[in-house]
């Protein structure tokens, strides 16, 4: 039996993605040491699910489309770049996101709930509102970034809205991963309908 891999996540606009591949290519040509996400498959992710079993997948579809009411629109706002877990040990280089992300978490806390009662683990550590650019192609981490990153401490792109989530399908392959929307999760924002 082949397993599903997949995740919730947010699309970018077109043009959020290609001031975030712009940022990429500065870091980059700074030499900041990283295995870059291409720029058409940047997005938010809400939650990683893993490799599931296809009929645990169809819970979490089942799970997931029930209505997610009062949860949007969020008007977010790309803004300066960081790493996790810090910039000593940097793993991962990532844009931050300002504007509704309480709301983001509260939702990201939503679609957990949901998902873990199919028996998807609860995720260890807090949620937190980012756009992962790239992750350190060294052992040892990106190393000293710091200087590089202030060079683009003020990054900011145009704000967007999510109005839906998505539940991605990921498809590994040679040039990368590819993602298959499986499902999507309008966004209403009138906590009651009807």
Do not use: N
């Not at 000293?144 to 003020?154: D, F, K, Q, S, W």
């Amino acid at each position: 039996m082949s397993r599903i891999r997949c995740f919730v996540a947010a699309a970018l606009p077109e043009a959020t993605r290609e001031q975030l591949g712009a940022l990429q290519g500065r870091l980059r040509r700074a030499g900041l040491p990283a295995r870059w996400v291409r720029p058409e498959a940047l997005h938010l992710t809400l939650k990683f699910l893993g490799e599931l079993p296809p009929a645990v997948f169809d819970q979490v579809a089942e799970q997931l489309s029930l209505p997610l009411d009062g949860a949007g629109p969020l008007r977010l706002t790309p803004r300066g770049v960081g790493t996790f877990p810090s910039d000593s040990r940097a793993r991962v280089v990532w844009a931050g996101l300002e504007g509704d992300v309480a709301a983001l978490a509260r939702l990201a806390l939503t679609v957990e709930a949901r998902v873990q009662g199919c028996g998807v683990a609860r995720e260890r550590r807090p949620f937190r509102s980012h756009l992962t650019l790239g992750r350190a192609t060294r052992l040892g981490g990106l190393g000293e970034v710091r200087e590089i990153l202030e060079t683009e401490a003020g990054f900011e792109a145009p704000r967007f809205v999510v109005r839906e989530l998505v539940l991605y399908e990921s498809r590994l392959g040679g040039q990368g991963p590819s993602y298959v929307p499986r499902l999507t999760l309008p966004l209403s924002d009138d906590p009651f309908p009807g």
